[in-house]
């Protein structure tokens, strides 16, 4: 996705993520 990647903290370690599609 091209989108704004909003930067979460996922099992305690920060990734990107993406809301619309949850691939990455």
């Given amino acids: ?3 704004s990647l909003e ?3 996922l099992a305690g370690r920060s990734t ?3 809301p ?3 691939e990455g």
């Fill in 1 to 3: 996705c091209d989108t």
């Fill in 7 to 9: 930067k979460i903290k």
């Fill in 16 to 18: 990107h993520f993406c």
């Fill in 20 to 22: 619309q599609c949850q």
